[in-house]
C-alpha cells in the first residue's frame, strides 16, 4: 500500500502559529493546535517537528498580504520565518495567500458562542485549516 500525502498547514504570527492538518485524502482541513511561540530559531525548529510528527508530506505556510494583494511588514516577516523553515525541513514548503482566513476564524467561533477569553486558544488553528482549505480548493480546481 503506498503512503499517502498528508499536507500541514501554519498560520504565522508573532504571538501564535496556528496549525492545521489535512485529512488522509486532502479534501479537508483539520484545526489541530496552537504553538505559542517562544524564540525565532526555537519557532523554527518546533514547526519543522510538528510537520514531521504529523507524518507532512507538504507543509503550507499563510502568506498575509493587505487588502489589495500588496506586500506590508508582515509579509515580510512571514516569508523570513518560511526562509529559515525551507533549511530545517527536506519537506517542500509552499506559501497560500491567507487574507480573511482569521476573520472568517474569528467569526467562526463568535457564531459557534465562544467566549473572547478561549477564542485566542483555537482561533489561530482555525485560520491555518482555513488557510489549508483555501490550498486543497486551488488543487481540485488544477491551479
Known sequence: ????DRYVAFDIGDKRIGVAISDPFNTYALPSET???KGFKE?????A???KDKGATLIVCGLPVNFDGTESV???RA????????TVTPLPVVCEDERFTTKMAHETLISEGMRREKRKNYV????AANILDGYLAKLKKGL
Open 1 to 4: 500500500m503506498l503512503p499517502m
Open 35 to 37: 504553538y505559542f511561540r
Open 43 to 47: 519557532d523554527v525548529a518546533a514547526i
Open 49 to 51: 517537528k510538528i510537520a
Open 74 to 76: 508582515q509579509t515580510e
Open 79 to 86: 516569508r523570513g520565518f518560511i526562509e529559515a523553515l525551507k
Open 124 to 127: 489561530d488553528a482555525l485560520a
